[in-house]
Structure formats: C-alpha cells, structure tokens
C-alpha cells in the first residue's frame, strides 16, 4: 500500500508541474508573441510588403451602440482612405491589453492629426469577443475593432501563425501597417518577444 501511495504522490506532483509549465509557456506565448510558427494557410499569398495592395476580404465590427455585428469589406475600409491597421494575436491577452492597444487609443488624435482617417484593430477573434475587449479598453470607440474569426484575411495578408501548441489555433502576427488607398506604405511585423515596430510611436513616425 505504501508503494501504491508513493507512486501515487509521484504521478500527481509530475502531472502538477507539467501543467504548470505549459500554462508559463502559454502565457509566453500570449504576452510576446514568441513561439508561433507560420501557419501553413494554403492560400498561395506570401507575406505583404510595402507597395503591395490589400487583399479583398470580408471582416466582422460589432459597435458598441449596435445591435449585431455587421460585415465591412477591405474594400470599404481602405478604398479612398489612408488606415492604420495594427494586429495583435488575441483580445484580452497581457501585452496587447496593457501596452499595444492602449497606446493607439493615448495617441489617437495625434495620428488623426497625422493624415489617418481610419485606426483600426484586427484579430483573430469572432465580434463579439472583439465587442467586449472595446468596452473594456476603449468605450469612447476611437479604434475600429475588426473581428478575423476564420482568420482568412491574415492568412490572405501572409502574417497568420500557428498558435496551436498552446491551445490557441491560427493567430495573427503582431504587426502594423499603414495603407493609402488600399497601397501599403509601412509594414512592421515583431520580431520574438518585441513591441516596437508596431506601436503607435512607430505609426506616428511612419506617418
């Protein structure tokens, strides 16, 4: 009996710790965006880069004065307009809630000022989920959040990654981009465990 009880004892402190250490990686991998690897879409698109157009795709908004979540084409979001549109892998994750996001809402009006007429969020998370992180982060809706759920227009624009091993499917990379009339004109993708080339200080420097 005792031998059963000590292999017991062993069995669930083993299983204790490798719990504990996937939930360390999995929060590494949320926070820094770290460990994804690129997904293997099939699309045939390979990443985007300055001078490239945006892809046609259909994305989701839900308001926060709307009723339901309602499409909104690239082509209406880009068409005739200069955007700034910043990624981030996951709404309500550590880095994108404390730091990414809340800098374009901080700078808001001094990007507007800066000739951008539309600032928008993308991820790779259904509308709804999308509708609460802005009534969390930003309920004066400054930032138009955009809602990827089939993640097909990351993948369209070559920065999906696969988040798999840590329970989270595709994502999309954490990156920004800039675009004039549906031409990019400023990408920045992160590199591992960075939040520098796509925050609102290198947006505003770009522009």
Same mark, same amino acid.
């Given at each position: 009996p005792l031998r059963i009880s000590q292999r017991s004892s062993f069995a669930f402190l083993a299983s204790t710790t490798n719990?504990?250490?996937?939930?360390?990686?999995a929060t590494a991998a949320c926070v820094n965006l770290e460990k994804g690897q690129k997904a293997e879409s099939g699309e045939g698109h390979g990443?985007?880069?300055?001078?490239?157009?945006?892809?046609?795709?259909?994305?989701?908004?839900?308001?926060?004065d709307g009723a339901a979540p309602q499409d909104i084409t690239t082509?209406?979001?880009?068409? &005739? *307009?200069?955007?700034?549109?910043?990624?981030?892998?996951?709404?309500?994750?550590?880095t994108c809630s404390v730091s990414h996001l809340p800098g374009f809402v901080?700078?808001?009006?001094?990007?507007?000022?800066? &000739?951008?007429?539309?600032?928008?969020?993308?991820?790779?998370?259904?509308?709804f989920v999308m509708r609460a992180w802005q009534a969390d982060?930003?309920?004066?809706? *400054?930032?138009?959040?955009?809602?990827?759920?089939?993640?097909?227009?990351?993948?369209?624009?070559?920065?999906?990654r696969d988040f798999s091993a840590f329970g989270m499917g595709t994502r999309a990379a954490r990156f920004a981009l800039i675009a004039d009339n549906g031409v990019v004109t400023y990408l920045g993708v992160e590199a591992p465990r960075e939040l520098k080339v796509s925050t609102a200080e290198a947006i505003l420097a770009a522009l």
């Open positions: 719990r504990f250490l996937l939930g360390i990686s990443p985007i880069a300055v001078g490239s157009t945006i892809p046609e795709a259909t994305l989701r908004t839900f308001p926060l082509e209406q979001l880009f068409q &005739g *307009k200069k955007v700034v549109l910043f990624a981030v892998p996951g709404a309500f994750t550590p901080e700078k808001f009006e001094e990007i507007k000022a800066k &000739g951008a007429d539309t600032i928008a969020v993308l991820s790779v998370n259904d509308a982060k930003d309920p004066s809706s *400054k930032i138009l959040f955009l809602a990827d759920g089939s993640a097909d227009f990351t993948k369209k624009l070559g920065l999906d």
